[in-house]
């Protein structure tokens, strides 16, 4: 059975960085884009940032653009999400995921219902 397992989360004082895993087993992802999702207390769930299977293409949200990095290793069947120049308001809960389809397009992944999903790892930013 295929699982996803987060790492990296914690606290962090505004300006600074974390970084992210994503850790998958039971089966690979390599033909598979996926993506970082958050979800603050109180809000929805939001998109953050995809990749697609070959690491390729990304697409970022708005409000990470230019700060957060996504990239993955296949050979590791790890994904990972660098956060730089972090802020209070990237204080969440941080989920990878992906689709239960191959060969979506990163931008896709910020829209389709995901399959697959982590437990979750806090990212909390202090001001």
């Known amino acids: 059975q295929a699982q996803l397992v987060e790492s990296g989360g914690g606290l962090v004082q505004a300006g600074g960085s974390l970084r992210l895993s994503c850790a998958a087993s039971g089966r690979t992802f390599s033909s598979y884009s996926m993506g970082w999702f958050r979800q603050a207390p109180g809000k929805e769930r939001e998109f953050v940032a995809s990749?697609?299977?070959?690491?390729?293409?990304?697409y970022y949200s708005d409000s990470v653009k230019g700060r957060f990095t996504i990239s993955r290793d296949n050979a590791k069947n790890t994904l990972y999400l660098q956060m730089n120049s972090l802020k209070p308001e990237d204080t969440a809960a941080y989920y990878c995921?992906?689709?239960?389809?191959?060969?979506?397009?990163?931008?896709?992944?910020?829209?389709?219902?995901?399959?697959?999903w982590g437990q979750g790892t806090q990212v909390t930013v202090s001001s």
């Open positions: 995921a992906a689709p239960g389809s191959s060969y979506t397009s990163a931008q896709a992944i910020a829209v389709i219902p995901m399959a697959y």
């Open positions: 990749i697609t299977w070959g690491g390729r293409s990304t």
